[in-house]
């Protein structure tokens, strides 16, 4: 029975749509504790390839550079918002076909060579992309005066086809 890895599954996928939201409305640019914006997007998407699976077991993209993953370190080159949105979308199917593979009771096991089990592993990471979407999106909000679409649920996607939706505020 895999019940556990459905509900997982599902759950992800809204936090792969909002992300990509996120990348679709944030000033790349913008100053963010010190480091332009697309890093922390680098950020979160590199963390989510890496622990979603297992970070004792991984490859790095082939366009990383060390330290890349860490906005605090300096980077010699910036990927394109077409780069990141890409990179996601390799994630999500990556992601996506992960759960596939298991069953719910291996979500309770840990991953060859890692301290964490696999559903610690989910966890940390639905906690990780969120936080930093939200942060994008505060401050897209700062920026614009509109918060960009949330999606709660894979199938609540805006009417109208507009990125900024249910929580619009006054522009500044």
Not at 8 to 21: A, D, R
Not at 42 to 66: I, M, R, T
Request: contains cysteine; proline residues 6%; charged residues 20%.
């Amino acid at each position: 029975m895999n019940e556990l890895c459905k509900i997982i599954k599902n759950m992800v996928l809204p936090n792969f749509i909002n992300m990509e939201t996120a990348i679709k409305t944030y000033d790349r640019n913008a100053n963010c504790c010190g480091a332009p914006a697309w890093r922390y997007v680098y950020h979160s998407l590199h963390s989510a390839d890496k622990w979603f699976f297992n970070p004792y077991d991984y490859e790095e993209p082939v366009f990383h550079q060390n330290g890349m993953d860490n906005p605090d370190n300096p980077c010699t080159f910036s990927l394109s918002d077409s780069q990141l949105l890409d990179y996601l979308s390799a994630i999500q199917k990556k992601t996506c076909a992960y759960l596939d593979s298991l069953t719910d009771d291996m979500l309770y096991e840990k991953p060859e060579n890692c301290p964490y089990t696999r559903m610690e592993l989910v966890l940390r990471q639905f906690r990780h992309l969120s936080f930093h979407t939200g942060m994008l999106n505060g401050q897209t909000a700062e920026l614009t005066g509109q918060f960009p679409i949330y999606v709660s649920e894979e199938s609540i996607f805006p009417v109208d086809g507009s990125l900024f939706g249910r929580y619009v505020t006054k522009k500044k």
